[in-house]
């Protein structure tokens, strides 16, 4: 029941762009996006909805297709800053507020 | 505000040894629920609580047991510590909306508790 998250390790540039996917094999009711920096608590991103949205977060924006039960995580022109490890969470209509996380993707932006 | 604060932040437990991590939040949140992390496995749930005097078993409640007497509170109980217990430990906590769910908001997350039963 635990999303699958894709790829598991990303290496980029400064400025360049990047795509975190997670994919759930049940009906999704919501995706969380949380980063993680090491050693640190994971620090809300955003949060969508069924319905097919899209949410922006300064220069990191992300979708949820809900007829393919994923959602995608964008990131353009990556800062340094935006290293750290990529979680989505989700939540199904029929597990109340059992949300389970995926194992994550590790993003590093190098200068 | 002080926002979810969980302690000890590192913690040594002998095989057998009990222990209770502690949760506190001050932002009058309803949900809270415990993780734990381990490497290569992302955050798994224990157990999670949609308000005082309610609790219900995540994805790998044995060997684990919560109570919620209060809002604030949400600790988390090691009944028999075991080697395969070693691992951070968070506690999350978010507003929920009228009539439970608490899926439509984001969780805040306390700063982890570092546990290693030897």
């Known amino acids: 029941q635990q999303p699958v998250q894709s790829p598991q390790a990303v290496i980029l540039r400064e400025g360049e762009d990047a795509v975190i996917n997670c994919s759930s094999s049940?009906?999704?009711?919501?995706v969380h996006w949380y980063r993680q920096k090491h050693g640190e608590a994971p620090v809300f991103l955003m949060i969508?909805?069924?319905?097919?949205e899209q949410k922006g977060h300064e220069k990191i924006s992300a979708s949820f297709n809900e007829k393919k039960q994923q959602s995608s995580l964008y990131l353009t022109a990556s800062q340094l800053s935006y290293s750290g490890t990529y979680f989505c969470g989700t939540a199904h209509e029929d597990l109340n507020n059992d949300m389970r996380f995926g194992a994550g993707t590790r993003l590093t932006v190098k200068p | 505000n002080a926002g979810v604060t969980q302690t000890p932040k590192f913690q040594v437990l002998k095989t057998g040894q009990s222990m209770t991590l502690q949760c506190a939040q001050d932002m009058n949140h309803e949900y809270m629920s415990w993780y734990r992390q381990d490497p290569g496995m992302g955050l798994r749930l224990i157990h999670y609580s949609v308000g005082a005097g309610i609790t219900d078993q995540g994805e790998v409640p044995n060997g684990y047991n919560v109570s919620r007497s209060t809002t604030e509170d949400f600790p988390l109980r090691l009944l028999s510590a075991a080697p395969s217990q070693t691992s951070v430990y968070f506690c999350?906590?978010?507003?929920?909306?009228?009539?439970?769910?608490?899926?439509?908001?984001?969780?805040?997350f306390g700063s982890g508790t570092r546990l290693t039963v030897v």
């Open positions: 969508l909805l069924k319905g097919g």
């Open positions: 999350a906590s978010s507003y929920s909306m009228v009539g439970g769910g608490a899926l439509n908001y984001g969780y805040t």
């Open positions: 049940k009906a999704l009711y919501s």
